[in-house]
């Protein structure tokens, strides 16, 4: 069995990079299925600090603009060149929830990765980004969740303590439910990640305080309510 693109990564670069569950191995999970050809030109929205963007550069020989609305195109920028790929991955300062600088039929993929929550939990954000979309381009989503729906928000006792309106946690069918509402795009699959518990493990190994601070909610048992959900759709 060939052993996975990230585990052959700098373990240390991705975890001083990392902003949340190792987004490099859900990227690898959600593109494995895809059978992406080289020379696509993609858009990965909300990179953070890249690494989806060099899964995309390195794995698949892809041209990536890589847009954020928190982390600096600059570092970002900075970034890149040191590992060569500065004529690979194009940085840049995007606000999804106002006006995106591309060209319309432009991509061949829109790809997120645990930031699509955070503007796309309602029914006016995909109509938005499909123009950007050559016809037939896909939409490829991973997004953390719930591995179950909590009828009248009654949440378990290990999540209460811990939870905010900020995390934009919803199921799987949660998700499905409102993609489907989108004439413009043929839902193709939604589903729950194997790579979930990796993912969050890796993650709670970065020096960020953030991970630090998520330690004490899996050590709750929190986690064991957690999913990442994959959302791949394409234009019609």
């Not at 700098?10 to 975890?15: A, G, S, T, V």
């Not at 892809?62 to 195109?73: G, N, Y």
């Not at 300062?93 to 591309?102: G, S, Y």
Request: charged content about 25%; hydrophobic content about 40%; some cysteine.
């Amino acid at each position: 069995m060939k052993t996975p693109f990230t585990d052959h990564y700098d373990k240390q670069y991705l975890l001083e990079t990392m902003m949340g569950p190792n987004a490099m191995r859900i990227a690898e999970e959600m593109t494995a299925s895809l059978s992406l050809p080289p020379n696509l030109r993609i858009l990965d929205l909300g990179c953070g600090m890249g690494i989806t963007s060099i899964l995309l550069a390195e794995k698949y020989d892809a041209t990536v603009f890589a847009a954020d609305l928190w982390i600096s195109p600059s570092d970002n920028a900075e970034r890149f060149s040191r590992l060569g790929l500065d004529a690979k991955i194009f940085p840049f300062l995007v606000d999804a929830t106002k006006e995106i600088p591309f060209a319309h039929d432009y991509f061949d993929m829109i790809l997120s990765v645990d930031a699509y929550q955070y503007f796309g939990t309602n029914e006016e954000m995909l109509p938005k980004l499909l123009p950007f979309l050559k016809k037939g381009g896909l939409m490829a989503v991973a997004v953390p969740g719930f591995n179950q729906d909590f009828p009248d928000g009654e949440l378990p006792d290990e999540v209460r303590p811990f939870w905010t309106p900020e995390w934009y946690f919803y199921s799987c069918r949660w998700w499905r439910d409102l993609w489907l509402k989108e004439p413009g795009m043929e839902l193709i699959e939604s589903r729950e990640m194997d790579c979930c518990r990796q993912a969050w493990d890796e993650w709670l190994e970065s020096p960020s305080q953030h991970a630090d601070g998520d330690i004490p909610m899996m050590e709750a048992g929190t986690g064991k309510y957690f999913s990442i959900i994959q959302l791949i759709g394409r234009k019609v």
